[in-house]
């Protein structure tokens, strides 16, 4: 058990009503879960203060290599005033794998768990309640030994932040078109693909102001050695609907284990479709798009919980997938998941936990 000691702030800010339109990470709550650790003594003195600048050195060490980790997940109101976190445990072990991978010491489940608890029950009251609206829990770590040589840092601070988020589609769920990157990579094998660090993201950011630029609003990404299999989305993992299969690139070690991924896999087995997590490659998804055999695309990931994709784009070609629109089974996902993370629906044991 974590002693956290609170304090409060004296100066609350207001928090937005529901006539006010929320975005993503834009807004952040009145406090922030802080805890630091040191060498010999592992993490020390977790508190929840008011939310605030940080004072680090300029030769911090998460300046200069980027030893930092991060996650994401969600807090809901129930309708009966329940506050909700969508499989925790999931994002939990997920931070301490990452934490394995870039030499970070890992934190203790049930301290994680705790402190998740804390801070999101002391800023309850900035949970929206507006359909699609949510709580996004930001944990992150970084290595703060001020020291340019390059090894693991000796220090941290392991930080949660709040932000209110609005509907990722504000007019109810969207296709996206997506392009199909040809010529960067984000991730590969033995790299930090399978890890929730900000390296992979400075990593894609070219690829996304190309693909912006085109008119796309996300990039599917190929192996990064032969450029030939389907690897993820931008933030998101990727599902197909093949012939009535559900096929998604298998976890090779440079892609993302995604929460919204596992949720997907479990819910179309239990309702009977056989899912293949295998190797996909661009090749094969773009015949079966032409040749009609390709039902449904749809990103999966805690931001929007599912993104329906219309429209891909590989070189010169452009494939619509069907009509362009929702797929049957995309909308029964965004409706299954988003009811089970707001008690509506009784989802598998354990994957809504409430706050206490
Ligand atoms: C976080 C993330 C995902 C989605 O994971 P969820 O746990 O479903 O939110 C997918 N790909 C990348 C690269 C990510 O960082």
């Keep these: 058990m974590l002693n956290i000691r609170i304090e409060k702030t004296a100066n609350p800010k207001p928090i937005p009503g529901p006539e006010n339109p929320l975005t993503f990470g834009t807004i952040f709550t009145d406090h922030m879960f802080i805890m630091d650790y040191e060498e010999g003594k592992g993490w020390i003195d977790p508190r929840i203060v008011p939310y605030g600048p940080l004072e680090l050195m300029p030769s911090a060490m998460v ?3 980027g030893q930092e980790m991060f996650e ?5 109101k129930a309708d009966d005033g329940r506050v909700l ?5 999931c994002n939990i072990k997920r931070a301490n794998d990452t934490n394995e991978r870039i030499c970070i010491p890992t934190i203790p489940e049930e301290d994680f768990m705790q402190a998740l608890n804390e801070i999101v029950k002391i800023d309850q009251a900035w949970i929206p309640t507006k359909p699609g609206t949510s709580l996004y829990i930001r944990p992150f770590i970084i290595a703060t030994d001020p020291f340019l040589g390059v090894r693991p840092s000796n220090t941290y601070k392991f930080i949660i932040i709040l932000s209110p988020v609005g509907a990722y589609y504000p007019e109810g769920l969207n296709p996206v078109k997506i392009w199909i990157e040809d010529e960067y990579v984000r991730a590969v094998r033995g790299g930090l693909g399978e890890a929730k660090a900000g390296a992979n993201y400075v990593a894609s950011l070219k690829a996304q102001v190309k693909a912006h630029d085109a008119g796309y609003s996300q990039v599917l990404w190929l192996d990064g050695v032969e450029r030939k299999y389907i690897e993820e989305v931008g933030a998101m993992n990727i599902f197909f ?8 690139p ?4 440079s892609i993302l284990p995604g929460v919204t991924r596992r949720s997907c896999i479990e819910l179309c087995k239990q309702w009977g479709y056989p899912v293949e997590e295998r190797r996909i490659s661009a090749e094969e998804l773009l015949k079966a798009a032409l040749d009609g055999s390709l039902e449904e695309v749809w990103g999966s990931g805690t931001a929007a919980v599912i993104s329906p994709v219309g429209h891909l784009r590989e070189g010169d070609t452009v494939v619509q997938i069907k009509d362009g629109g929702i797929g049957e089974l995309s909308q029964k996902l965004y409706d299954t998941i988003t009811g089970i993370q707001l008690g509506r629906i009784e989802g598998p044991k354990g994957w809504v936990v409430e706050v206490k």
């Design 241 to 248: 609907k093949i012939n009535g299969t559900v096929v998604t």
């Design 72 to 76: 994401g997940l969600k807090a809901y």
């Design 250 to 253: 298998m976890l090779n070690g």
């Design 63 to 65: 300046f200069h290599y």
């Design 85 to 89: 976190l969508f499989r925790p445990d």
